[in-house]
């Protein structure tokens, strides 16, 4: 990917004035390493009338393996061949933005100690990216970047072969934009707008991505025309984070009428949050699945095991039936969120009594989780590598022995019905491995085998008649009802272990 920014300058206001906005000497070509290649800063030409800085990303198709994008069913690991030589699509829009923002870090900020007026002040401006790939080709490129204050907004496309116009276009276009604007103004434009007009980016989505979009693009994004479009696209269509993002965009502009105090604000964007009906988050369908199946069981005692940052703990906390809920990470990171996230330094003393947090492996046998009525493994197995599986299945069903086992996991069958999700790639970068359908099945009907458990199965989102649903669970039950636990008593008479027999 290759960008390039120049600039006019006078002798009172020279154009290597650049330099200082960018924090880059012109006199110097820069290397800087990214996690995925290496960025290069260099100025091809520099002189009081004009002035050009230009950045070049290499990316290494090597560290994008090594880091875990790509990675095959089956829990092939990295180092397979087919990683290195198959066609490996990546978002190099995405990568090019990410690079920016390291590279020019400042510059987006407005930041410049040596020049503090010349970065609040618009320069005549013109950026080209010679390669830029568009989904929506020129049409939808004039519709981000027309509203934007840009006098020129250039967008050729880019023929699949020169030689053969017959073929068409590709979905490339050279885009070169022209005006006055403050720099940091341009920057975030492009940094946003680079990969929503990909369609797509090179990491996952989280909600941090939320604060990123809204401070690049204050002062622009809220009154945009497409800001709909800009959103779910830079948010990667997922529906919670857009709808958050364009709940605070609403406060943003509504808190700029003069007419409407705070509360009227939040009242407005109330009304339109309920008003408009949301598909349910797979997560939120998937939590709602185990808790049904939690309270059909008759568990009161019940273990999160890779309980993450306490999503389902905090459901679980929600429900007095749960009396007492023990949420277990490897993390302790992931702990401390969800510490956070359970507000349990201000909880109730009953309250806290009900929920405890524990650091430990999965993978290991612990006497601590022996004992409770259920279990439940929430989109745990498939993060770990094949081998370890039975390590997991004796800690688990071997060793803590709960009464019910419930195990959520992907079905990679479904992977084809999301739309942003690269063919072959699997839907988290740390997943070693995602199941079908029928891998699942015959994997949990073994583990119940050997463990003494019976097993059924219950899909999870939508049940798509041709591949299933997104997400599938397995519901584990022990097939001796009267196995004691660590109480002595029967789990289902009530009765001794000595009673029992007699009886």
Sequence with gaps: MFLTISTTGTPERPATDLGHLL???????????????????????????RCTAALLLEVDPVALVRRGKGKGRGGAPDSALAQYVNDRPYAASSLLSVAMSTVFKSALRGVCAALPERADAPLPLRIVVPALPARGGAELVHKLFGPLGWTS????PVALDEQFPEWGDSRYVQLALEGELRLCDA??????????????????????????????????????????????????RRWGLTRQAMDRLELVRLAEADDLDVEDVDNAVDET???????????????????EALRAAGASRVLDLGCGQGQLVQALLKDIRFTEIVGVDVSVR??????????????????AARVTLLQGSLTYTDKRLTGYDAAVLSEVIEHLDLPRLPALEFAVFGSARPQTVLVTTPNVEYNVRWETLPAGHVRHGDHRFEWTRGEFSA?????????????????????????????????????????????????????????????
């Design 153 to 156: 907004v250039e967008a050729r």
């Design 443 to 503: 994997w949990a009907a073994a583990v119940a085998e050997r463990n003494g458990y019976e097993v059924r199965f219950v899909p999870v989102g939508p049940d798509d008649p041709e591949v299933g649903p997104p997400t599938q669970m397995a519901v584990f039950e022990k097939a001796d009802k009267t196995e004691t636990g660590k109480t002595g008593k029967t789990e289902k008479t009530g009765k001794s272990e000595k009673e029992a027999k007699a009886a």
């Design 334 to 351: 992931a702990l401390t969120i969800a510490g956070r996230r359970l507000k349990l330094d201000r909880l109730g003393e009953r309250q």
């Design 187 to 236: 920057l975030r434009q492009l940094y946003v707008l680079l990969p929503v007009l990909d369609d797509a980016k090179h990491y996952w989505v989280a909600t941090d991505e939320v604060d990123k979009l809204l401070r690049a693009g204050e002062g622009w994004l809220a009154d945009h025309p497409e800001h709909k479009l800009i959103t779910s696209r830079y948010l990667s």
């Design 23 to 49: 924090h880059k000497h012109p006199e110097k070509a820069q290397t800087f390493s990214t996690s995925h290649g290496t960025a290069h800063v260099f100025y091809p030409e520099a002189s009081v009338e």
């Design 273 to 291: 949050t309920d008003t408009e009906e949301r598909p349910v988050p797979l997560a939120e369908q998937r939590r709602g699945a185990i808790l």
